[in-house]
């Protein structure tokens, strides 16, 4: 019997900072890292908050990366591919809002999201909050929510804090969608002292 063909995993979105950073260099998190690590083996969401400077993106990131070795790595398709997207929020409403008065480019953008085997959606609640963009968010959580796509989500904010100040669906969906961690008040940057 043959493997098959080889399948194609693309991760895109990774801004170049993240690039180098592993697992390994978030310290003292180690509880709040393997919660994390084992919601992704068992293909979960997950939902990162705390405040600035305490790891969540660098978390978001070296989880998704971590995602795709749960994935086989051939297929009796030919040409299959598997996708993996790192999308901050404020970049989301960017490109949405560029392709506003084009209909097809605005549903093209948000099927690759809705469509993509993982997403990360980085900050959430960093952005000023509207009926457009609220409207947007929801429609991306719940697609993925319905479809029971894991996603890994970060913001400063709490789910209740998310809930009262931008949408209480989407709070909700969220933690239906997976698990929260925490990762607490230290801010990491300053702590480092390297200024």
């Given at each position: 019997?043959?493997?098959?063909?080889?399948?194609?995993?693309?991760?895109?979105?990774?801004?170049?900072r993240?690039?180098?950073?592993?697992?390994?260099?978030?310290?003292?998190v180690?509880d709040k890292?393997?919660r994390?690590l084992d919601?992704?083996r068992?293909k979960?969401s997950?939902?990162i908050?705390?405040?600035?400077g305490t790891?969540?993106?660098?978390?978001a990131?070296?989880?998704?990366?971590s995602?795709t070795?749960?994935?086989?790595r051939t297929s009796?398709?030919?040409g299959k591919?598997i996708?993996f997207?790192f999308l901050?929020s404020?970049?989301f409403?960017?490109e949405?809002?560029?392709a506003f008065n084009?209909?097809g480019?605005?549903?093209?953008?948000?099927?690759?999201?809705s469509?993509?085997?993982?997403?990360?959606?980085?900050?959430i609640?960093?952005?000023?909050?509207?009926?457009w963009?609220?409207?947007m968010?929801?429609?991306?959580i719940d697609r993925?929510?319905?479809?029971?796509?894991?996603?890994?989500?970060?913001?400063?904010?709490?789910l209740?804090?998310?809930?009262?100040q931008?949408?209480?669906r989407?709070?909700?969906?969220?933690?239906e969608m997976g698990?929260?961690?925490?990762?607490?008040n230290?801010?990491?940057?300053?702590?480092?002292?390297?200024?």
């Amino acid at each position: 019997m043959t493997e098959g063909y080889p399948v194609r995993i693309a991760v895109t979105g990774i801004p170049p900072r993240l690039k180098d950073k592993e697992i390994t260099h978030l310290v003292g998190v180690d509880d709040k890292v393997g919660r994390a690590l084992d919601a992704m083996r068992k293909k979960q969401s997950i939902f990162i908050t705390g405040a600035c400077g305490t790891g969540k993106t660098h978390l978001a990131k070296t989880l998704l990366v971590s995602a795709t070795s749960l994935y086989p790595r051939t297929s009796p398709e030919m040409g299959k591919w598997i996708r993996f997207h790192f999308l901050p929020s404020s970049e989301f409403f960017f490109e949405l809002k560029g392709a506003f008065n084009n209909a097809g480019e605005e549903e093209k953008l948000m099927l690759e999201w809705s469509i993509s085997e993982w997403l990360v959606i980085d900050d959430i609640g960093s952005e000023k909050v509207s009926d457009w963009s609220r409207q947007m968010l929801y429609l991306l959580i719940d697609r993925r929510y319905r479809n029971m796509m894991p996603t890994i989500i970060t913001s400063n904010l709490t789910l209740k804090q998310l809930s009262e100040q931008i949408d209480d669906r989407i709070a909700s969906r969220i933690y239906e969608m997976g698990i929260v961690v925490d990762m607490g008040n230290v801010d990491y940057r300053f702590k480092k002292g390297t200024k």
